[in-house]
């Protein structure tokens, strides 16, 4: 399985953010913000690696998403990315989600208990 890198840009009034999907240790990061105009075909690749990694290698999965921003239809792709890791775990698997935050971003730590809450997932919020 081939790791998954994507470079972030930040153009105009489009933000996407960078990606490093690591299939060798499990460690995948999503950082920068996320302002798409096309969320579904960004997102869609990075939930078909997530699908993909957990019925081929089987092995834990570290999630460190480091967002300083993501409008509604990216909080949508997320949302999906941890149903995703959802499913994993109902069926054996492992992962942990550290998600950080700046520690006065009282808007994006709802946002990440909004997260918590839909899925029913343990996601660890940590405070910049």
Not at 50 to 62: G, L, R, S
Not at 87 to 112: C, L, R, S, V
Not at 118 to 127: L, M, S
């Amino acid at each position: 399985m081939k790791d998954l890198i994507i470079i972030g840009v930040h153009a105009k009034r489009i933000f996407i953010p960078s990606v490093k999907f690591i299939a060798s240790s499990g460690k995948c990061s999503i950082s920068g913000e996320s302002y798409l105009e096309d969320t579904i075909s960004f997102y869609d690749p990075l939930i078909k690696w997530v699908e993909m990694y957990c019925e081929k290698v089987k092995k834990p999965i570290a999630l460190s998403i480091k967002l300083s921003y993501f409008d509604t239809s990216s909080s949508k792709s997320i949302l999906n990315l941890l149903y995703v890791l959802k499913m994993y775990k109902e069926n054996g698997g492992q992962y942990i989600i550290k998600w950080y935050h700046k520690a006065y971003d009282d808007d994006m730590a709802e946002d990440i208990e909004d997260c918590r809450r839909d899925t029913g997932i343990e996601i660890n919020r940590i405070p910049l």
